[in-house]
């Protein structure tokens, strides 16, 4: 069993997992077969001691998470969308990034500030506003992704977010990768990235109550300058939780987190956890890794990249060439080694 605790993140009609040096996507195309690709991460600042700092690799991570978990995002769109002649390309990850940032930073932080400070007044109230900002963060987050997941898309995502986490599981359990024994395991998983965001709205509650009533200028610059330092601290807390999971603080800290993993988590087809498997062996074998023995063995083609941040394509079983090129390495991570 590999001593590296694997990731992962789910696509659109696929997976991506994260493995020590490399990761692997896999993704169902539309003519039924699964297609793969790796990319290093064995160099850059990922490389550098610096990055295995503790706080400092929650930053890393936090980083590696928006800019590779999108730009794989959209190349997993176009894979689907290819069959009708749409494709989006860099610029498209720029943007989708940007919007991203602006929106989470404006929707989850400054909106309950500025909601809590209309709502609760007084110079007497700092703590109660901070709790009240805190609840309508909350709310806001478990109602965005139950609005979200309604939709058919989404809800494949959370499928394969399901099978993300139960491959995880066979693999962690030292079980063979085949759809029989990965579908005995649970959708959730303790070191899933809901459960880190649940803990950095947490943990932003506190941070935010220290800060206590300042002038508008001043709040608002602390919520956004503090949240890479909640970020880094939550991933830390996170990885002490996934050491220590019978200590009874983690297990009441943690709980929620699987709890919201009931919405971003459903069920897969055994289609849906092909996919995963695919995407953890492929992880394994890049990593030197041995996949664990009478895992599944599922017909798959290499994806070919257009460019290194551009357009996804497959290739035609009959013309496969060898492995495809891989991107220039990028630091990258799934929210906490999932």
Not at 30 to 45: C, K, N, Q, W
Not at 130 to 140: N, Q
Not at 141 to 146: A, I, K, Q
Not at 191 to 219: D, H, K, N, W, Y
Request: charged letters at 15%.
């Amino acid at each position: 069993m590999p001593t590296f605790t694997y990731g992962g993140q789910a696509l659109i009609e696929g997976v991506l997992m994260r493995g020590r040096d490399a990761i692997a996507v896999a993704l169902r195309h539309p003519d039924g077969e699964i297609v793969y690709a790796t990319e290093r991460l064995d160099a850059g600042f990922h490389g550098t001691r610096w990055s295995k700092w503790p706080l400092i690799r929650g930053l890393v991570v936090l980083y590696e998470t928006l800019v590779v978990g999108t730009r794989w995002l959209v190349r997993s769109a176009n894979v689907q969308a290819a069959e009708e002649g749409v494709e989006l390309g860099k610029g498209s990850v720029i943007l989708m990034l940007g919007l991203t940032l602006v929106a989470g930073i404006g929707i989850f932080f400054l909106l309950p500030l500025l909601i809590a400070s209309v709502t609760v007044s007084g110079p007497d109230h700092g703590l109660a506003q901070s709790l009240v900002e805190g609840l309508i963060r909350v709310a806001i987050f478990l109602g965005y992704l139950v609005v979200i997941g309604r939709s058919p898309d989404v809800s494949r995502v959370f499928q394969y977010h399901g099978a993300e986490h139960k491959t995880i599981h066979a693999l962690e359990a030292g079980d063979p990768l085949t759809v029989d024994a990965v579908r005995k395991y649970p959708t959730a998983h303790q070191r899933c990235g809901t459960e880190f965001l649940v803990v950095v709205i947490i943990l932003s509650i506190i941070a935010f109550s220290l800060v206590g009533r300042q002038t508008p200028l001043v709040m608002i610059a602390s919520r956004i300058l503090l949240i890479p330092v909640i970020a880094a601290v939550g991933y830390e807390i996170l990885r002490f939780g996934a050491r220590h999971r019978k200590n009874p603080v983690m297990k009441v800290l943690l709980y929620p987190g699987l709890l919201v993993q009931m919405i971003t988590t459903k069920q897969p087809t055994d289609d849906m956890i092909e996919v995963a498997i695919v995407s953890m062996e492929q992880a394994l074998e890049a990593d030197g890794e041995a996949v664990p023995a009478g895992s599944g063995d599922f017909d798959r083609r290499p994806m070919q990249l257009a460019t290194p941040t551009d357009i996804v394509t497959d290739v035609p079983a009959s013309a496969a060439p060898p492995p495809p090129p891989v991107a220039p390495p990028l630091p990258t991570d799934p929210p906490p080694g999932r």
